[in-house]
Nanobody, 118 residues
Framework: VQLQASGGGLVQAGDSLRLSCGFS????MGWFRQAPGKEREFVAG????????YYADSVKARFTISRDNAKNTVYLQMSTLKPEDTAVYYC????????????????WGQGTLVTVSS
């Protein structure tokens, strides 16, 4: 499984940013993030069909996960960004729908850095 995340950058608080992740195979996809000095945490997940999405409470109503299987791409649309959203964002793949556990995701892409300035 090949995963390639992109779209990170430096933005100001309140801005929006969209991350993309190219994938191969038929998987449930998730986004995670790791802030400096903190553990990696779940952000959002989406089923293969896109019918089911789920989010961490900290990003619910601000972030939207979606996918385009014809383009083999999963997206994370981030709005109303806050300085505390600063992190390296990773996409990951699993066969388990609904899980937020890192250990349930065997496939990981390289991260893309998102920096939100105040």
């Amino acid at each position: 499984v090949q995963l390639q995340a992109s779209g990170g950058g430096l933005v100001q608080a309140g801005d929006s940013l969209r991350l993309s992740c190219g994938f191969s195979g038929r998987y449930v996809m998730g986004w995670f993030r790791q802030a400096p000095g903190k553990e990696r945490e779940f952000v959002a997940g989406i089923s293969w069909t896109g019918a089911t999405t789920y989010y961490a409470d900290s990003v619910k109503a601000r972030f939207t996960i979606s996918r385009d299987n014809a383009k083999n791409t999963v997206y994370l649309q981030m709005s109303t960004l806050k300085p505390e959203d600063t992190a390296v964002y990773y996409c990951a793949a699993t066969s388990k729908i609904g899980t937020q556990s890192l250990s349930d995701y065997p496939y990981w892409g390289q991260g893309t850095l998102v920096t939100v300035s105040s």
